[in-house]
């Protein structure tokens, strides 16, 4: 760990401030994850600048939208009787995160914000184009069991990265359509979810479309039309405090067996969270049976590539996908 | 020995830990928890290739940071005095050499000590180390078993050693597998592993003058860490002082003295002050050794009715460049089961790599994954039931060496194990027994391990006010060592364990053997028996030579002591005390040191732990998830000293067994030689969720012939087994036999 300067603005515009006017300035919440990359000197913000007292810390039900500030622990959110009421989903994402511990400490906003778990991004001693664009990427011809297998380069260039977003708050506020609240020296802006994370791209050292000195201030998730038929499935190493090998995030509004709406995001397959918008489309209208879940599951798997040690994603995720929807329809 | 001659267990069967207390409330003090005013804090630095040497190294802006006391690398060490003068141009050490820290600039294994950064405060030790510049030139490195296989030899050591055990074996007739009526053959892996105790290493070393030299090591012996470091340092072996009162998990990783120590106490001498060095826990992968990733092939041959004609077994084990790490992987199998004709091979193949180490059960918890992995695919090509083929083959005395047991219940533990599981009610076929969607399976195995006694002393103290200070430098890593000398000493001296303390992990008490190889009971807690046995012995001729002495007339045999008084006989209403004797005499505290160790039954009898663990498993047929439902454990060790805490060395053996067959592997980025799992994220162990109910049971009966108390080791056999019988479970519950641990998603699917 590198020595830093550590300030405690009193207000938001000026955390903003001192963030958007210093290259070196970064803002610290719950700090589960930036304390373990300044560890590692992997981050080494000049200065930190603690938000942890601004007024963001609020649930509230407004018309249409449950608004959540981005200081909120995951914790409060997971215990929150009328989050759970509302949207089950986030409190199944929630709780199938890390540890109690951590979800104690972790903010949601910090949560949007954690980095890849890849092993090369945190080995200094290893390429990483995340780490240092252009030196490569090490998981590419490396170990890659955890990788990626949607939105990942058909021919790899220098610029390559097959990371994963670890985050699955975000795989759940996907599917539920979220909107991210920002606030930056220019104003304040919405993000909807599915852009807030991006793909390499040739950048993979930028995770999201956050302006530099933009902080994240609530997001917003629209009334849910599927309080009743949700499921987050995780498939991971072990029962708890592991990050998904894949995971699904199964949200259906079905009327007399009947598929009016549903929403499905997929986690630890893709640089972020991975929408499956053609197999969304496929089902709506459909009569619920695991043939057409089946079905959707082919669909969403098109386009998918697997790496040397990752290929049985293909085979786990369609499985998942299937019984994701399987238990948010009650299906048997 | 005639009889085992320790008393009943009263008044209390299950001792607390006698530590707890310190423990949970976080009073008991760990090595890097010793205070010291001028303590100065050290970071290691380690190379970042496999193989190669430092062309360079700038530490000038390290030592021009703020707090920085010293820089030291191989440029300018101190120097350990027993290393042989450095050769120009600098030579690869020969195998055999053990590791030598900042002996010059050639690179053996990534992850390597190449030099240590001392400041004021260990952040500034932090920073400054990272401003470090080494320029390497590499070599090429050899780090993958499996390319490099064929590269496998007899190792040196037993080339040298014509009675090494790990000399080809044959038994019996060469011909027996050819001609087997049924042929069975298959390869199994158990990857690196680690042991990861929570409590990372962690050393102070303070040079209390030129020639006195005292640490607060992590480690598993002081008394041989006392020896290795005075050998290192050429100093009088009592001028070294090691201290490991309480270790926070260790599993083997604490056996040896690992290169960290040395460099905090090389640092120790430059700086001239107390050194601090803990291992963060990326560290932890190549500091301390590891379960070495080994190769076995394992061939049976069989009758149609179950009975093992014929055994081969080969095991190939990793190890370093510069080192031979030998474990007994292929052991298990010449005494586990009746089979007239047995051969094993034993082959280690060196790579650039750090040198591997024993973690729990080595060599047996990997030799039996292979062997009981194989009994169980026998079984299932004979439809025979996986117990029944066990019990057919169960060896009434040892086929190694054609000598009875000193005792083996393992009849009893199937017995015992299969009802309470209720193994009755497994269906034979694979992926026949479900429920709610899951696949469930059944698995066992069998589990031994060797019975181990090593020389040791203790010293026991009854203090005038007649409470008891009981004292050996052995250790306790866990298991309760404390708690169970105690209750030994209670029993032998029938005075309250309230009234008891007992000293461990000081190298300035009686010689003990360190913690390892479950010897610690056998071993120490036969020295304590002799201790206290001696001390009534001589407090009762003290007692019977006071004038007038109710135990003057008393018959040995008959004496009865209860909380410290001394009653003649059980109908005795009348008594004298400890403190009344000692009072008499004038005498402050009466003492005796013991030792104890094997004598000739070593050679009459074959001696052995046994048990078996019986597994419940549930497979997600749609992900491949594995989870452990329901585990009965079951041992036969001789006489179980404390209930509670054996009971929970038990369960600590079957989660780690649990770990190895299920998710712990240290992967390694073979182009750059290097680990890729370098923490808790990417290595994983159990978790409490993973860990179900977990039901263990003892024969509990003394082994008469090992030892005056009855008891062998329970440490090892906990584990050992359990990954076979987690495996075989998978294979009941999918119909898909892993022979490649750990027993991941991707397996499966």
Known sequence: MKPFEYVRPSTLQEAIELVATNPKAQFIAGGTNLIDLMKHNIAAPGKLVDINHLPLKKIEKRDGFLRIGALVLNSEVASHKRVLASHPLLVQALNAGASGQLRNMATVGGNLLQRTRCPYFYDRAFPCNKRIPGSGCGALGGINRMHAIFGVPEKPDPRSCIAVHPSDLSVALSALEATVWVQGPHGERQIPMNDFHRLPNNRPEQDTTLANGELITAVEIPDAVFPKHVHYLKVRDRASYAFALVSVAAALDIDQNRIKTVRLAMGGVAHKPWRLFEAEKLLTGQTVSETIFRQAAEVAMQGARAFEHNAYKLKVAPNAIVQALKLAASLS | ?749
């Open chain 2, 1 to 749: 020995m005639a009889n085992a001659h320790l008393p009943p267990a009263e008044p209390e069967p299950s001792l607390n830990r006698v530590d707890g207390r310190l423990k949970v409330t976080g009073a008991a003090t760990y090595s890097a928890e010793y205070p010291f005013d001028n303590l100065a804090h050290a970071v290691l630095i380690t190379s970042t290739i496999a193989k190669g040497r430092i062309t360079n190294i700038n530490a000038k802006p390290a030592e021009a940071a703020p707090g920085v006391l010293a820089v030291i690398s191989h440029r300018n060490t101190p120097g350990v005095p027993a290393y042989p003068p450095l050769k120009q141009p600098a030579e690869r050490a020969p195998i055999g050499t053990a590791f030598r820290v900042f002996y010059d600039e050639l690179i053996y294994f990534s992850g390597q000590p190449v030099a240590v950064v001392v400041a004021q405060t260990l952040e500034q030790a932090q920073q400054a180390a990272s401003l470090v510049e080494i320029d390497y030139q590499t070599e090429t490195h050899q780090t993958d078993f499996v390319a490099n296989r064929s590269k496998a030899a007899i190792a040196m050591n037993v080339q040298r050693n014509k009675t090494s055990p790990f000399q080809d074996y044959d038994r019996g007739d060469p011909d027996a597998m050819p001609s087997a009526e049924v042929k069975l053959e298959a390869t199994y892996t158990i990857p690196t592993q680690h042991h990861q105790p929570l409590e990372p290493h962690a050393i102070i070393a303070v040079w209390e003058a030129d020639d006195k030299l005292t640490v607060y090591d992590k480690n598993q012996g002081v008394k041989s860490a006392q020896g290795n470091l005075a050998q290192a340092f050429k100093l009088p072996r009592d001028n070294v002082k090691v201290n490991a009162q309480f270790i926070g998990g260790a599993f083997g990783s604490g056996i040896r003295v690992w290169p960290h120590t040395v460099a905090a106490v090389l640092a120790a001498k430059q700086v001239k002050r107390p050194v601090k060095l803990v291992l963060g826990r990326e560290l932890m992968f190549t500091s301390v050794g590891y379960r070495p990733f080994t190769e076995q092939k394992l061939a049976i041959g069989a009758t149609k009715t179950g009975i093992l004609t014929a055994i081969m077994h080969e095991g190939i084990g990793q190890t370093s460049a510069y080192e031979e790490h030998l474990e007994r992987t292929i052991l298990a199998t010449r005494a586990m089961y009746a089979c007239l004709n047995v051969s094993t091979r034993y082959r280690l193949l060196n790579l650039d790599v750090n040198t591997p180490t024993w973690m729990r059960g080595p060599g047996d918890a990997t030799g039996m994954f292979a062997l009981e992995s194989a009994l169980d695919e026998l079984a299932f090509a004979l439809q025979l039931d996986p117990l029944e083929l066990r019990l057919r083959n169960h060896a009434d005395a040892d086929p190694e060496r054609n000598l009875p047991w000193s005792a083996k219940s393992l009849k009893e533990c199937y017995r015992m194990g299969s009802e309470q599981f209720g193994w009755k009610n497994r269906k034979p076929e694979p992926q026949s027994m479900q429920t709610d969607g899951m696949l469930v399976g059944y698995g066992m195995a069998s589990s031994l391990y060797g019975f181990h006694r090593h020389p040791s002393k203790a010293k026991a103290m009854m203090q005038a006010d007649g409470s008891v200070v009981v004292q050996s430098a052995t250790m306790d890593i866990g298991p309760g060592t404390g708690t169970a000398m105690t209750q030994i000493a209670a029993r032998m001296l029938g005075v309250s364990p309230k009234k008891i303390r007992f000293d461990l992990g000081d190298s300035s008490l009686p010689d003990a053997p360190g913690q390892n190889g479950s010897a610690t009971i056998p071993s120490v807690g036969s020295a304590v028996h002799d201790a206290c046995k001696a001390l009534k012995n001589k407090l009762l001729i003290l007692g019977a030579s006071m004038p007038g002495s109710i135990l003057s007339s008393a018959w040995p045999d008959e004496i009865e002591i209860k909380n410290g008084r001394i009653y003649p006989n059980a109908e005795s209403r009348s008594s004298v005390s400890y403190a009344d004797i000692l009072k008499y005499h004038k005498l402050p505290q009466v003492e005796m040191t013991e030792e104890s160790k094997s004598g000739p039954e070593r050679d009459q009898y074959s001696m052995y732990s046994f048990g078996c663990h019986f597994v419940e498993v549930h497979v997600s047929p749609v992900t491949g998830e594995v989870r452990v439902k329901r585990v009965v454990t079951c041992a036969d060790v001789g006489k179980i000293i404390n209930d509670k805490t054996a009971r929970s060395q038990s369960i600590g053996g079957v989660v780690g067994g649990i770990g190895m067959a299920l998710m712990e592997e240290s992967v390694m980025d073979h182009r750059y030689g290097r680990y890729v799992t370098s923490d808790f994220a990417s290595y994983h162990i159990p978790v409490h969720a993973d860990i179900p109910q977990i039901e263990v049971f003892f024969v509990d009966q003394p082994d008469v012939h090992v030892n005056p108390i009855g008891a062998k080791g329970l440490g090892e056999i906990a584990i050992v087994g359990v990954a076979a019988a987690v495996a075989n479970a998978v294979f009941h519950a999918t119909g898909k036999r892993v022979r490649e641990l750990p027993i991941t998603v991707d397996k499966l699917v």
